[in-house]
């Protein structure tokens, strides 16, 4: 199939698993719903079932949509703009950052948006702080911006693991499942899903600068890409769009960096259509995992974190081995 034809079916593709899988996520759970009860409670408020389907299920599974769609959409950025293939969301440890706040809020008794702002607001001062010390005086390089990441990261780590040691007991539970990526607790908000809308849409508009940048500074300086502003921005956007999937979610792994590979081995390099790819993907898979994290074992639920990791670690042994041979 022609490179064009693929992408439009992908996108296709995507888009009709992005309404299964919401479906999927409204009718199963510790109380399962047969199909008529779900499709009739999507168009009625005086069902029965209408609180469970869109008070519980549906805003959980749209707010866990948003969060992989972010999710996804920030590690393609990374990649592009760090020029590596194992670049994700959290390599600037803007989620560390985000850890810090969120157990800090947790500590002291916060829940729910106590936590998620908290949460925000840590992520955003980790990345004014790698965004000062990567900028620096010198010039700026990707392996800069990376160790800078890393050695912030690494700080924030040692907060995190003072906070795990000095923490009641009674508040671990929630602290361990947080680190892990829990959406139990999740309420769906508008803002995550309007910032997704108004990130994509710029960034389809920069596709051309973004596609020359995939293919080193030099080539995009070469057809007149202002690359330190597209640079800054990027980096910018990136981390505003993890912070805010963080906030949702918690630290989930493995969505930012398995998704811009597998849309980029089924289309090919060009930002234009892997931007909405990599939305509608990202999205779906933290959906779907989402809802086998709270079905498998019901009543208990995991923490989605491990479906992620369970699914990402099989699927980089598989590039391994892919690239192998």
């Known amino acids: ?14 888009v009709g698993l992005t309404g299964a899988s919401f479906f999927l996520a409204l009718g199963v759970g510790a109380l399962p719903l047969p199909v008529t009860t779900v499709w009739a409670a999507l168009w009625h408020h005086d069902h029965p079932a209408f609180p ?38 959290y390599v600037l440890g803007v989620s560390s950052g985000a850890a810090v706040g969120a157990l800090a809020a947790i500590v002291l008794g916060a829940a729910g948006l106590g936590v998620a702002a908290a949460a925000f ?3 955003i001062v980790v990345m004014a702080l790698v965004f000062a010390l990567a900028h620096g005086a010198g010039p700026w390089s990707a392996t800069r911006l990376i160790l800078t990441g890393v050695i912030v990261a ?22 361990l499942f947080w680190l892990m990526g829990d959406a139990a607790g999740t309420t769906f908000s508008p803002w995550p899903m309007v910032m997704l809308i108004a990130v994509s849409l710029l960034l389809v508009t920069w596709g051309r600068d973004l596609n020359a940048l995939a293919y080193g500074e030099a080539t995009a300086q070469a057809v007149g890409v202002p690359v330190a502003r597209l640079r800054w921005g990027l980096y910018v956007l990136a981390s505003l769009l993890t912070a805010t999937a963080v ?10 960096l398995i998704v811009p590979h597998a849309v980029r081995i089924m289309i090919g390099n060009d930002h234009r259509w892997l931007i909405p ?14 809802t086998a994290a709270r079905t498998l074992w019901a009543p208990l639920q995991l923490p989605v974190g491990i ?7 099989p699927f980089f042994l598989w590039l391994l081995v892919r690239a192998r041979t």
């Open 1 to 14: 199939m022609p490179f064009a034809q693929r992408r439009v079916a992908l996108l296709l593709l995507l």
């Open 52 to 89: 469970v389907v869109w008070g519980l299920r549906g805003a959980r599974a749209a707010a866990v949509w948003s969060a992989g769609a972010l999710l996804a959409l920030a590690g393609l950025l990374m990649q592009t703009l760090l020029r590596n293939p194992l670049a994700d969301p």
């Open 121 to 123: 607001a840590g992520a």
């Open 154 to 175: 690494s700080g924030a780590s040692a907060v995190v693991a003072l906070l795990l040691t000095l923490a009641p007991e009674q508040r671990l539970h929630s602290m």
């Open 247 to 256: 906030t949702l979610v918690g630290s989930v792994g493995f969505v930012g």
């Open 277 to 290: 790819c990599c939305i509608f993907a990202g999205g779906t898979l933290l959906m779907v995992a989402d």
């Open 307 to 313: 479906v992620t990791a369970l699914l990402g670690v």
